[in-house]
């Protein structure tokens, strides 16, 4: 499928899912948020893809929040129902998704753009990056699972002051916070998001998926996340790839995983 918004590159298994409104500082508008779930739900279904990596056009911004422009007259009920199909189209999705995503956050992080980040489940960002959630500045909140997912990452007190304060923050601070896994460069900032997807690639990608399943359980009180992750190991001996794990364990050589 072609998109007006969003970039798809290919490199062997991996996926590049790229937000190409660059003009616009890559804002998600609701045009854009329907082809970012169009484009996962592909990626998530094809086979041939292993892992995602999604990232902003150009060097400014991952992606600068929602568009504003669409929130004019919008009323209480138009409010919660931006909220929920954001969330639950997109940010849910991308986090259950059964394959790692990985975000290259280039530039600038915020808002709608940052909960975009946060959503996916390792983050990586260049040395110039700037995060942060100011929807406090116009009279809002965050409304696409920020205050849930930045309390998990960085802390209760910590979420708190970003939010309340909408400041931003640096690369090197969000790495301190825990919010970013890894700082690079701008110019290798890719390369080093190639380089932690192709290391979980090698893995078994059942196995893979099962362990997102199980992880993600443990910040959801609804959930008991120790049935959750004994329910997924389970299934793990049903497959075709663990009994390959073992026995190129025994073996003593390099598994070949098939998703089976």
Same mark, same amino acid.
């Given at each position: 499928?072609?998109?007006?918004?969003?970039?798809?590159?290919?490199?062997?298994?991996?996926? +590049?899912?790229?937000?190409?409104?660059?003009?616009?500082?890559?804002?998600?508008?609701?045009?854009?948020?329907?082809?970012?779930?169009?484009?996962? +739900?592909?990626?998530?279904?094809?086979?041939?893809? !292993? !892992?995602?990596?999604?990232? !902003?056009?150009?060097?400014?911004?991952?992606?600068?929040?929602?568009?504003?422009?669409?929130?004019?007259?919008?009323?209480?009920? $138009?409010?919660?129902?931006?909220?929920?199909? $954001?969330?639950?189209?997109?940010?849910?999705?991308?986090?259950?998704?059964?394959?790692?995503?990985?975000?290259?956050?280039?530039?600038?992080?915020?808002?709608?753009?940052?909960? =975009?980040?946060?959503?996916?489940?390792?983050?990586?960002?260049?040395?110039?990056?700037?995060?942060?959630?100011?929807?406090?500045?116009?009279?809002? /909140?965050?409304? +696409?699972?920020?205050?849930?997912?930045?309390?998990?990452?960085?802390?209760? !007190?910590?979420? /708190?002051? =970003?939010?309340?304060?909408? @400041?931003?923050? #640096?690369?090197?601070?969000?790495?301190? +916070?825990?919010?970013?896994?890894?700082?690079?460069?701008?110019?290798?900032?890719?390369?080093?998001?190639?380089?932690?997807?192709?290391?979980?690639?090698?893995?078994?990608?059942?196995?893979?998926?099962?362990?997102?399943?199980?992880?993600?359980?443990?910040?959801?009180? @609804?959930?008991? $996340?120790?049935?959750?992750?004994?329910?997924?190991?389970?299934?793990?001996? $049903?497959?075709? @790839? /663990?009994?390959?794990?073992? #026995?190129?364990?025994?073996?003593?050589?390099?598994?070949?995983?098939?998703?089976?």
């Amino acid at each position: 499928m072609s998109f007006q918004n969003l970039l798809i590159e290919n490199k062997e298994r991996i996926q +590049y899912i790229i937000i190409n409104r660059e003009s616009k500082l890559n804002a998600l508008n609701k045009a854009t948020l329907a082809e970012l779930h169009t484009a996962f +739900y592909e990626a998530f279904h094809n086979r041939e893809v !292993g !892992g995602i990596i999604i990232t !902003g056009a150009g060097q400014k911004a991952f992606a600068a929040g929602a568009d504003i422009a669409e929130f004019v007259d919008v009323d209480a009920e $138009g409010g919660r129902e931006i909220a929920r199909q $954001g969330q639950t189209t997109v940010f849910d999705m991308i986090e259950n998704g059964n394959k790692p995503v990985i975000a290259a956050i280039n530039g600038f992080a915020l808002g709608g753009g940052l909960e =975009l980040a946060m959503a996916c489940h390792i983050r990586l960002a260049a040395d110039n990056a700037k995060m942060g959630l100011p929807e406090v500045t116009l009279g809002l /909140m965050p409304g +696409y699972g920020g205050t849930q997912r930045l309390s998990w990452l960085v802390g209760k !007190g910590r979420a /708190m002051e =970003l939010i309340m304060t909408a @400041d931003m923050i #640096s690369a090197p601070e969000a790495h301190q +916070y825990g919010l970013v896994n890894h700082v690079a460069s701008q110019a290798q900032l890719l390369d080093k998001a190639e380089e932690v997807l192709n290391k979980i690639l090698s893995n078994g990608p059942l196995a893979i998926a099962s362990a997102i399943t199980a992880i993600n359980a443990a910040f959801h009180p @609804d959930e008991n $996340g120790f049935e959750t992750e004994i329910n997924e190991f389970s299934k793990c001996f $049903g497959t075709k @790839d /663990m009994k390959e794990g073992i #026995s190129a364990f025994l073996q003593k050589r390099k598994p070949e995983f098939k998703g089976e």
